[in-house]
């Protein structure tokens, strides 16, 4: 016969391959504080609404106490005999307190008993994401003012487009990490709802309080429909697409500090705290934390891939399909942070070489643009027409191998005679970034307002 908890009505031992594709505690039992913590609340609440005697209710209280003690100390023996942590914890409390442990599963499922703990662990996830995300905006904003003035290429398609400054780089990652802590807040106001009480699917006969145990769990409120209670798994979703969304981001970054600190680019250096070398080429220093942020972005999209199929064909309420939502999840929101660490490390760590950052930023002739607007406000030509002089005038300097602050004034009034003299004061790098004055662009003086813009404000969040 069997000894499943759940047993009651089979006589036969499970086959060995189902207790293998059964068994999750090898990787649910990290839901152990959150375990713990809805059972507490839980037989709290059974106690105040008359369900579950004071004495059988301390006594479970004693017990869970004791278990939690036990997994902290690391006395505790997961059993993979006993499928997940649910059964774990409740078979140690009955082992602990005697047939009182039965009752705490009174007007509950491991249905809802899940769908709560995952929450609260998703939850909780969110918030340690969110302190990391907030220290990795902090250390890009203070490297970007620093470095307000440093003139670099802007690219498009990778090739030099205009003077911009690695200040006005930087904040832009700061602008997209600031979403990313939106959508990551956006989600964890939908998922703060309780499932408990919900049970198996139709909820309980039960006289029990759900707006109780909500809020001894801080939820602001308990889910409206038992259904939807146990068989939704769109907040994880919705968090796992936010942590794909951000790590799209960090991947970005990661990709351009691979390129910068190639001996081609030399715009930074990382130190040895964030680089490795070759076994057998002795020259090398290699960016592997940018690259594994790069990798790992892939098993963060992956992640939430993997759940969208997994949930895309079920019909309410639970199926055990579900319990694959966990084990990427938690590989995921893992991965994320290990990640979002790194970043902010090497965004701290790298050594800025403004000098080659600077020579870059004027090849490619990155300010035909700014000619070609000077045309605009000095001669009032047409953009259009003003684009296809500046054309013509960046093939004259291309075929001389000069850029176009070297070429004579008679070259460019050779192309278009009302050109004056006045035309070379917007022809420097340091004097076009200067010229991007509007709001939200690269001249240095905006980029100092904005970075102190917003370490004022993340010192208010910090606080």
Not at 418 to 430: E, K, N, S
Not at 435 to 461: D, F, I, M
Request: a negative charge.
């Amino acid at each position: 016969m069997t000894s499943k908890i759940w047993g009651g009505r089979f006589q036969d031992a499970t086959d060995a391959v189902l207790e293998a594709i059964n068994v999750s505690i090898d990787f649910d039992k990290r839901l152990w504080p959150q375990d713990i913590e809805a059972s507490l609340a839980h037989v709290a609440m059974l106690k105040a609404c008359g369900v579950v005697s004071e004495a059988d209710a301390q006594k479970i209280e004693s017990g869970l106490t004791q278990v939690r003690a036990e997994i902290e100390s690391g006395a505790f023996e997961f059993s993979r005999k006993l499928e997940d942590i649910h059964m774990n914890v409740e078979s140690r409390l009955a082992e602990l307190i005697g047939p009182a442990a039965g009752r705490l599963h009174t007007a509950r499922s491991r249905n809802d008993q899940v769908a709560t703990d995952f929450r609260l662990y998703v939850r909780d996830a969110i918030d340690r994401l969110d302190a990391q995300l907030l220290d990795l905006q902090r250390a890009l904003a203070e490297k970007a003012l620093a470095e307000a003035a440093t003139v670099m290429p802007g690219f498009t398609h990778l090739q030099s487009a205009q003077p911009v400054t690695f200040g006005h780089h930087l904040l832009a990652y700061v602008e997209m990490v600031s979403r990313d802590r939106g959508r990551f807040k956006d989600a964890r106001a939908r998922l703060n709802e309780s499932p408990l009480g919900a049970a198996a699917l139709a909820g309980t006969s039960f006289p029990i309080d759900r707006e109780m145990t909500a809020k001894a769990l801080r939820f602001d409120r308990p889910t409206a429909n038992s259904l939807d209670s146990v068989s939704a798994r769109d907040f994880a979703l919705e968090t796992m697409s936010a942590a794909a969304i951000c790590a799209t981001h960090l991947s970005r970054f990661a990709e351009e500090i691979v390129l910068w600190t190639t001996v081609q680019f030399s715009f930074i250096a990382l130190s040895d705290k964030f680089t490795t070398g070759s076994s057998i080429m002795p020259q090398k220093r290699n960016p592997d934390a940018a690259e594994l942020v790069r990798g790992k972005s892939g098993r963060i999209i992956g992640a939430l891939q993997a759940l969208l199929i997994v949930m895309k064909g079920l019909p309410l309420a639970y199926s055990k399909d579900m319990q694959e939502d966990k084990e990427g999840a938690f590989d995921a929101l893992d991965s994320l942070s290990l990640c979002i660490a790194a970043i902010a490390g090497m965004t701290r760590d790298m050594i800025v070489n403004r000098t080659r950052m600077r020579e870059s930023a004027g090849a490619g002739y990155a300010t035909a643009t700014d000619l070609a607007d000077w045309l605009v406000r000095a001669l009032g030509l047409p953009f259009r027409e003003a684009h296809h002089v500046t054309g013509r005038i960046v093939n004259i300097a291309s075929e001389r191998g000069v850029g176009l602050e070297e070429l004579k004034l008679a070259d460019l009034q050779g192309v278009e005679p009302r050109i004056t003299q006045d035309v070379f004061g917007v022809l420097g790098v340091d004097k076009s970034v200067a010229s991007r004055t509007s709001y939200g662009g690269a001249a240095p003086a905006n980029v100092r307002v904005q970075a102190e813009g917003w370490l004022k404000r993340l010192e208010v969040e910090t606080a």
